[in-house]
């Protein structure tokens, strides 16, 4: 599998991530064992989780994820494994955080308090990166970034990466980081896929200029590329019980991801992956990787069946005229999903 730098790091990567956010919920731990094992045989070891996951978030389950993965983390080599975590970062109406009442500000005593939580979850003594899973607009960046340099410093974090960040946020903090020499965000974890092609304007900038790798996730598009919305809401996909089941905002984001552009866009890829031999998802993991400002693509899967599917991409090249061709489609239905929930921070 390729290799790739994290930043201006020491740490090299897989350059396919495992996500871990259904851990706990839509995989029971056996399972996500089964799912974890595949993956580092495949050769992927990069492995990227939260304080705030199992999703959808909830009080009950918080941490569960984090719990699962520690244990599994025991069953191989420490130093084999480059281990994520985030710590939540404010609840702002867009998301509200399942941990410590849903009082996440991006303050000294939050980010201690959750770092400590999350290395005992763990069952490590350090952790990789270290990301800010929302941003914290209202807390000065020197704040947040003296408090998280301090972990740096202490060795309990090696590199800091920041995620859900605007393009404002990800340079304002560079810029700070710089003035008072405190260690820097190094990745940005960003929504980028073929229905959420964002990040290939300015922020690809940002991180070209300013050696910040951005770490993709849901490449995918929350399963929609993978067709499976094309006759409707399928039974047990996560969109479909937010859209039955869920609250204001789980409705707002699935509409987002599910509406008649984003599908109709699933469904012209699909016949691209089907003309060049391989599937939806296979190509949409291998397009996101074959950005040169992308370190590490982020996939999912909550059976070692869904994860067998986005492996499926690590050997896959497209050529440019399968790039052409996926242009193309974004050409004639530019922006399928709407917005991506960055402009309500």
């Keep these: 599998m390729k290799r790739n730098r994290l930043g201006r790091s020491g740490i090299v990567v897989s350059d396919i991530c495992m996500g871990t956010m259904t851990f706990g919920t839509g995989a029971d731990e056996k399972v996500a064992f089964e799912i974890l094992d595949r993956s580092f045989d495949a050769g992927i070891d990069f492995y990227d989780t939260a304080e705030n996951y199992p999703v959808p978030p909830s009080p009950e389950y918080a941490g569960r994820t984090e719990e699962i993965v520690g244990r599994w983390m025991k069953t ?4 084999a494994l480059i281990i994520a975590t985030k710590v939540s970062g404010p609840s702002h109406g867009w998301i509200t955080a399942a941990v410590r009442q849903g009082k996440t500000s991006l303050d000294r005593h939050n980010i201690t308090r959750a770092v400590e939580a999350s290395l005992q979850r763990l069952q490590t003594d350090y952790i990789d990166l270290y990301q800010t899973h929302w941003p914290d607009h209202d807390t000065p960046y020197d704040e947040i970034l003296a408090a998280l340099d301090d972990l740096v410093q202490a060795g309990k974090v090696r590199v800091l990466g920041c995620s859900n960040e605007t393009t404002w946020g990800l340079t304002k903090s560079l810029m700070v980081s710089e003035m008072h020499g405190l260690a820097r965000y190094e990745t940005i974890q960003n929504n980028f896929s073929l229905i959420n092609r964002r990040c290939e304007s300015e922020l690809a900038q940002i991180c ?138």
């Design 76 to 79: 191989k080599p420490r130093d």
């Design 208 to 345: 070209r200029r300013e050696h910040v790798s951005l770490l993709p996730y849901s490449p995918l598009g929350g399963g929609v590329l993978t067709g499976k919305y094309e006759h409707g809401p399928p039974p047990g996909a996560r969109f479909t019980s937010y859209l039955l089941e869920g609250n204001d905002r789980q409705q707002a984001m699935a509409k987002r991801f599910v509406n008649d552009r984003t599908v109709e866009t699933a469904r012209r890829i699909g016949e691209i992956a089907a003309s060049i031999g391989t599937t939806s998802t296979a190509l949409s993991v291998a397009w996101s990787r074959q950005h040169d400002f992308v370190a590490a693509t982020i996939i999912g899967a909550s059976s070692v069946g869904q994860l067998e599917e986005s492996l499926a991409a690590r050997d896959l090249i497209l050529d440019e005229e399968t790039l052409r061709r996926i242009d193309q489609v974004d050409v004639e239905i530019p922006n399928p999903m709407t917005e991506d929930g960055l402009r309500r921070l």
